[in-house]
């Protein structure tokens, strides 16, 4: 499975960003998707998840009510539109793949790249 984010960017408080991760491979479709992120000096979060077949959604307490993850009809792609976003967002995103629906990062398979979103006060 191979995983690739973009659409992190400099936003002031308030505002809204949405995160897209592409998602391919053969058995893409066999794992639950999810976002993390790590802010500096702090170790990576849990924020989000949906689940492989139904489109099941977990959310952290941090994001619940503000961020919403979904998919595409394909499942080819899995987005996180972030509202209300607050300087204690500022992080770099992960998006990661697994066949394990937990909100336990270090349990994540496949990994992508992370992109960065700054939230100014």
């Known amino acids: 499975v191979q995983l690739q984010a973009s659409g992190g960017g400099l936003v002031e408080t308030g505002n809204s960003l949405r995160l897209s991760c592409a998602v391919s491979g053969r058995t893409f479709s066999n794992y639950h998707i999810y976002w993390i992120r790590q802010a500096p000096g702090k170790e990576r979060e849990f924020v989000a998840v949906?689940?492989?077949?139904?489109?099941?959604?977990l959310y952290a307490d941090s994001v619940r009510g503000r961020f919403t993850i979904s998919r595409d009809s394909a499942g080819n792609t899995v987005y996180l539109q972030m509202n209300s976003l607050k300087p204690e967002d500022t992080a770099v995103y992960y998006c990661?793949?697994?066949?394990?629906?937990?909100?336990?990062?270090?349990?994540?398979?496949?990994w992508g790249q992370g992109t960065q979103v700054t939230v100014s006060s």
């Open positions: 949906i689940s492989r077949r139904i489109g099941s959604t």
């Open positions: 990661a793949a697994s066949p394990s629906y937990s909100s336990v990062v270090s349990n994540y398979d496949y």
